[in-house]
């Protein structure tokens, strides 16, 4: 792989890409605006958490999602993409998300099973199972109804038969997995889709995060 000129900043640049389908979808839009990561991050059994680029001033570290938002927040990473789920459950202060990339569409939605046809349009308090408390809770309080919100990593849907909570509050695509599981979507929270994210603090300090939030910019408006 050939590198790329560092710039007269010393420091390097840690840039956080999340796991899973995001990634994919991504990896154009880097490429595009100069950044490609070394070969050993397309090797699947690789599992190396951090990666060079072309760019001797940069380097890549592949994590969860929720973790993506977290260390660009804290300054760890100065640069990221995530979904704009995550920016909205977290609301971290020193997060930015200046453009928004136009992929990864999804929705954050309730469901429940099929054929439960309880009425909760009168009810104060409801048990719902979610990886998005704080988004769950803002949505149902916004209903005047009390969320008590069972956090759980994935395996959402299981909730419902199991008897965890009648609702879930999940991420929705095609809504097939949704189907197979006996479930059906009811509300729709919030659209979805990827969002370059920057630390404030290093967006105004660094001119290459400025420069690169310009790329994407650039490069997501052809």
Do not use: W
Request: proline letters at 4%; charged letters at 25%; one cysteine or more.
């Amino acid at each position: 792989m050939t590198k790329t000129p560092s710039s007269n900043s010393s420091a390097s640049l840690t840039f956080a890409v999340p796991k899973g389908r995001i990634l994919d979808e991504a990896l154009p839009l880097m490429a595009q605006v100069g950044i490609v990561p070394e070969d050993g991050f397309h090797d699947k059994s690789n599992r190396s958490l951090s990666f060079d680029t072309n760019r001797d001033d940069m380097r890549l570290i592949r994590v969860r999602a929720f973790d993506v938002a977290t260390f660009v927040a804290h300054g760890a990473a100065q640069i990221g993409i995530v979904g704009s789920d995550v920016i909205e459950e977290f609301d971290y202060a020193d997060l930015y998300a200046p453009v928004d990339l136009n992929i990864g569409h999804c929705r954050l939605s309730v469901a429940r099973m099929a054929g439960d046809e309880h009425d909760d349009a009168n009810a104060s308090h409801l048990r719902v199972a979610t990886k998005y408390p704080n988004l769950t809770a803002r949505h149902f309080e916004a209903r005047g109804i009390q969320a008590e919100c069972v956090k759980l990593n994935g395996a959402m849907e299981l909730a419902p038969s199991l008897g965890l909570a009648r609702q879930i509050v999940d991420l929705v695509s095609s809504g097939a997995t949704l189907k197979q599981n006996g479930l059906v979507e009811t509300q729709q929270i919030i659209d979805i889709t990827a969002r370059l994210i920057v630390n404030r603090a290093a967006y105004k300090t660094d001119p290459r995060v400025a420069q690169l939030v310009d790329a994407f910019r650039e490069s997501t408006a052809q």
